[in-house]
């Protein structure tokens, strides 16, 4: 008696089962029936800009300038209808930080005396995962001819770097500056989000070429940066510290195509 109860479950239980796969896969048939101008699109898209590092404490005599990089991706994405769409892609993204040290010593003495340090690493095909929503034309004058897309990048970092380096120079008045670098990268997943606003400089049938304001802030901190500096002693009590995570802001272009209509 129990097992015939526990087979008549288990028919229910897969009639159900058919029945909500039936209806899954004829709502999403439905979907793709009733959305307009479902294409596939490729985009190639370089940005230039700087990177830009959170400062835990600085001490006098270093600051920080934007670390110049740029930001080359490709992407093949899909429109469900003439304003939304979603897509994935590769990237290479130099992420790196740039430091500047004049110490209130040397400034004193009129003494000819500058550093401008970079140092960066290197993201290879990095995943892009992303949605966009294009503005319709009847809209404002402001965003009429845009496109605003939000993405995730994605990489992982599996090395150990960290560089150590001491400098000593000799001042004018016969004293010696001595000053310590420190960087230190360990093994860790870089995860930033992206923003884009794309502005159509040119179109045509399936041809597009956009403008580009492009921001990117990162999550996790990818590189650690310590600068400091002493006269006449090893004393480095006090220091400069930076965080890196891929902070980004720059201008590009892109060029997008959509090469197969499905309807």
Request: hydrophobic letters at 40%; a positive charge.
């Amino acid at each position: 008696m129990k097992g015939a109860m526990f087979y008549s479950l288990q028919l229910l239980y897969l009639a159900y089962m058919i029945k909500a796969g039936i209806f899954l896969i004829s709502s999403i048939a439905f979907l793709f029936m009733h959305v307009s101008a479902q294409t596939l699109r490729v985009e190639a898209f370089v940005s230039g800009g700087g990177n830009f590092s959170s400062v835990q404490s600085v001490k006098e005599g270093f600051w920080q300038d934007p670390f110049p990089t740029f930001y080359v991706q490709s992407n093949l994405g899909y429109c469900f209808s003439d304003r939304l769409g979603a897509g994935v892609g590769l990237t290479y993204f130099p992420v790196g930080i740039r430091r500047r040290f004049l110490p209130k010593e040397v400034e004193e003495l009129d003494m000819p005396f500058y550093s401008a340090t970079n140092s960066s690493s290197h993201y290879n095909f990095m995943p892009h995962f992303y949605v966009w929503y294009a503005f319709p034309e009847s809209s404002s004058r402001l965003f009429s001819t845009s496109q605003l897309s939000l993405g995730l990048l994605y990489a992982k970092w599996s090395s150990d770097i960290g560089i150590q380096k001491m400098y000593e120079t000799e001042l004018t008045n016969g004293q010696t500056l001595y000053r310590k670098s420190e960087t230190v990268v360990i093994p860790h997943t870089f995860l930033a989000v992206e923003f884009r606003w794309d502005v159509r400089l040119l179109r045509s049938t399936r041809h597009g070429l956009f403008g580009v304001l492009h921001i990117i802030k990162g999550i996790n901190p990818i590189r650690t940066t310590i600068d400091t500096y002493s006269v006449e002693s090893l004393n480095f009590e006090d220091f400069s510290r930076w965080v890196t995570r891929g902070d980004y802001i720059g201008i590009g272009i892109a060029y997008k195509w959509k090469f197969w209509n499905l309807k």
